[in-house]
């Protein structure tokens, strides 16, 4: 067994885990989650939120000075209450963290979940998919490599993952998704196994042409 070639595709596989997307979810105006997926949609309902909340704390002010702090004040600030995000942070586990791999990212399985959230954004559905079919190709590469080369599909398996995440990248890019280091580097490790792939088989051809000419 070629041990570079393994764990190439066994850090392939990792890749997966990685933040893959920008994504950050912010609780809307009506109680909703809305999912933003680059930088400046991120920024935008952030401040949206932050002014959501001033509006509440001086509606609850307002009260306070208008009828004194009695228990319909009390309600209204508990209603906006204060925690501790790091708390919240040290409490999710490895399985949130394989979905989430930072608070602002999510990983190629994570995506598959929100794709069944977001039935408005069909985009992600499509993402999803091909994500899908890429890890799959990337799952058969590392347990079937051998019989792959055997049935001399490997290049052709190899060829089309890399045009899976390259439309993958480029459909993202078009709906203003913000592809994160695990993507690009599942984009490099494929064209890594790719040209390594062509490289031997060029080799082999030059040694055929050779013992053809003896």
Same mark, same amino acid.
């Given at each position: 067994?070629?041990?570079?070639?393994?764990?190439?595709?066994?850090?392939?596989?990792?890749?997966?885990?990685?933040?893959?997307?920008? &994504?950050?979810?912010? &609780?809307?105006?009506?109680?909703? *989650?809305?999912?933003?997926?680059? !930088?400046?949609?991120?920024?935008?309902?952030?401040?949206?939120?932050?002014?959501?909340?001033?509006?509440?704390?001086?509606?609850?002010?307002?009260?306070?000075?208008?009828?004194?702090?009695?228990?319909?004040?009390?309600?209204?600030?508990?209603?906006?209450?204060?925690?501790?995000?790091?708390?919240?942070?040290? !409490?999710?586990?490895?399985?949130?963290?394989? !979905?989430?791999?930072?608070?602002?990212?999510?990983?190629?399985?994570?995506?598959?979940?929100?794709?069944?959230? #977001?039935?408005?954004?069909?985009?992600?559905?499509?993402?999803?998919? %091909?994500?899908?079919?890429?890890? #799959?190709?990337?799952?058969?590469?590392?347990? %079937?490599?051998?019989?792959?080369?055997?049935?001399?599909?490997?290049?052709?398996?190899?060829?089309?993952?890399?045009?899976?995440?390259?439309?993958?990248?480029?459909?993202?890019?078009?709906?203003?998704?913000?592809?994160?280091?695990?993507?690009?580097?599942?984009?490099? *490790?494929? %064209?890594?196994?790719?040209?390594?792939?062509?490289?031997?088989?060029?080799?082999?051809?030059?040694?055929?042409?050779?013992?053809?000419?003896?």
């Amino acid at each position: 067994m070629n041990i570079s070639g393994f764990a190439l595709r066994l850090l392939t596989l990792f890749a997966y885990t990685l933040p893959f997307v920008f &994504c950050l979810n912010t &609780c809307g105006r009506d109680g909703n *989650l809305k999912f933003a997926f680059n !930088k400046n949609e991120a920024i935008a309902n952030e401040k949206e939120l932050e002014k959501f909340n001033y509006e509440m704390l001086d509606s609850a002010f307002a009260n306070l000075k208008r009828s004194g702090f009695n228990e319909e004040v009390k309600a209204d600030i508990k209603s906006n209450p204060v925690y501790s995000e790091k708390l919240v942070n040290l !409490k999710k586990d490895w399985l949130f963290r394989l !979905k989430w791999p930072t608070d602002y990212s999510l990983s190629a399985i994570g995506l598959f979940e929100i794709s069944f959230l #977001l039935s408005e954004r069909p985009v992600f559905k499509l993402l999803a998919i %091909m994500l899908g079919i890429s890890l #799959l190709l990337s799952l058969l590469s590392l347990l %079937m490599w051998p019989l792959f080369c055997r049935w001399k599909i490997n290049l052709f398996v190899l060829l089309l993952n890399l045009l899976l995440v390259i439309c993958f990248i480029i459909i993202s890019w078009f709906n203003h998704i913000t592809v994160e280091h695990g993507g690009w580097l599942l984009l490099f *490790l494929l %064209m890594v196994q790719l040209l390594s792939e062509l490289k031997n088989r060029y080799i082999q051809l030059l040694e055929h042409l050779i013992v053809f000419r003896k």
